[in-house]
């Protein structure tokens, strides 16, 4: 059994094909990330992978939808969204499959 630190990895990060990570692999990406209330992300889409991204406490806004812990959000590609946190909040984010080099901003967002 090997034990690492989520506060080790980029971003919160720690499966997929970029390092560090926990397991190395292309197929597909985890995340745990942690937001403090007012944190954004510009909004972008992936062309490839679908984002799967679950709001595990707090509260974000995203495409000018709310949700909140327990909300589940799945991000097709070619689908753009933004991100921000409402209040401190935690997320699981999926990304499949793991297509590194695979986020696009939005022109005039």
């Known amino acids: 059994m090997d034990s690492f630190k989520l506060e080790d990895m980029v971003r919160g990060w ?30 972008h889409c992936h062309k490839i992978a679908t984002e799967i991204t679950v709001i595990v406490s707090g509260r974000a806004r995203m495409k000018g939808q709310e949700y909140g812990a327990g909300s589940i959000i799945r991000i097709a590609p070619g689908e753009y969204t933004d991100f921000e946190a409402l209040e401190d909040t935690i997320t699981t984010v999926v990304k499949l499959p793991g297509a590194l ?8 967002a």
Do not use: R, W
């Open 14 to 43: 720690f499966v997929g094909g970029f390092e560090p990570t926990l397991y190395k692999t292309t197929d597909v990406e985890v995340a745990v990330q942690h937001f403090k209330a007012g944190d954004k992300e510009a909004s």
């Open 101 to 108: 080099n695979d986020k696009y901003l939005e022109e005039n």
